[in-house]
């Protein structure tokens, strides 16, 4: 189900406190937002596009994983971004090429993998550092649609952090509807962005990034990441651990049956799980 023909964009700062405690927050701060709790960007992680300029042409190479991630050669601060990912269609209008509908039809279990560099111009050159610097999960679960009440509602999101087989918990285990923006409220801000964005300050004009790929009718959208535990806002990723990103219905399993397949790494087949080896 992977393509390397998806276009694939993420949402920042949709989660409260997410970007406080990953300090990033100050890479916003020029950046106006309508409502305190709305996102304050989308942003690209990987362009099927070989027209990009020098500066985004990392953005060209394809970095989903569902089994690995591939350790930096030039960092060390690497932290698990739990999230879930919607893959969606994209509709545009044939005269403008505008954006006019964002269609999600699967959601999943992604991993945002970020290196934590401080004087990053752009907020895409933490997200991208070749193959297998990115998760996500093999494990596709349908919507039955994006409206409030819909199957997606009922789900969550944990994650965990394994080191010598040991287990921790890396991420406060979250609703779905806990994001700040959700439903189509997120996808008609998200249209707005893909089509408005400007390359300004940590951000990128999205619209020109459609138009480099051939405006792609399909796109990986990562609605952002949840809250760090305080062991997963202080400890980095090594070689050799594992990352856990795991999306579950909370109306079917408790967090405690969550834990315990994540010991083994073993999860039932309606449970959207990413298990990468850091290599």
């Avoid at 964009?9 to 937002?33: C, P, R, S």
Wanted: charged share 20%; aromatic share 12%; glycine share 6%.
């Amino acid at each position: 189900m992977f393509n390397t023909t998806f276009i694939g964009l993420g949402v920042a700062g949709n989660f409260a406190g997410h970007l406080e405690q990953a300090g990033e927050a100050a890479d916003f701060a020029q950046v106006k937002t309508e409502e305190a709790v709305q996102p304050k960007a989308i942003f690209p992680f990987y362009v099927p596009s070989q027209q990009l300029n020098e500066n985004e042409r990392f953005l060209s190479v394809y970095p989903l994983s569902h089994d690995r991630l591939q350790f930096p050669q030039n960092a060390d601060n690497l932290q698990i971004e739990p999230e879930i990912a919607l893959i969606c269609e994209i509709q545009y209008d044939k005269t403008s090429q505008k954006v006019t509908a964002l269609l999600p039809t699967y959601f999943a279990a992604y991993n945002d993998c970020s290196i934590r560099r401080p004087n990053a111009r752009k907020i895409c050159e933490k997200k991208n550092w070749g193959a297998d610097s990115k998760g996500l999960s093999a494990n596709w679960l349908a919507l039955d649609s994006f409206d409030s009440g819909s199957n997606i509602d009922d789900y969550r999101i944990a994650c965990f952090h394994k080191r010598d087989d040991k287990l921790t918990e890396y991420g406060i285990d979250s609703p779905a509807v806990g994001y700040s923006y959700f439903h189509q409220k997120l996808l008609r801000w998200i249209v707005d962005k893909m089509n408005h964005q400007p390359d300004q300050d940590p951000m990128n004009n999205i619209a020109n990034l459609l138009k480099l790929a051939n405006y792609p009718t399909k796109a990986v959208m990562s609605i952002g990441a949840t809250r760090y535990t305080e062991f997963g806002e202080k400890n980095f990723l090594q070689v050799g651990d594992t990352s856990l990103v795991v999306v579950y219905n909370g109306k079917k399993y408790s967090h405690s049956q969550i834990v315990q397949m994540a010991e083994q790494a073993c999860f039932a087949d309606d449970i959207s799980a990413l298990v990468q080896k850091v290599v």
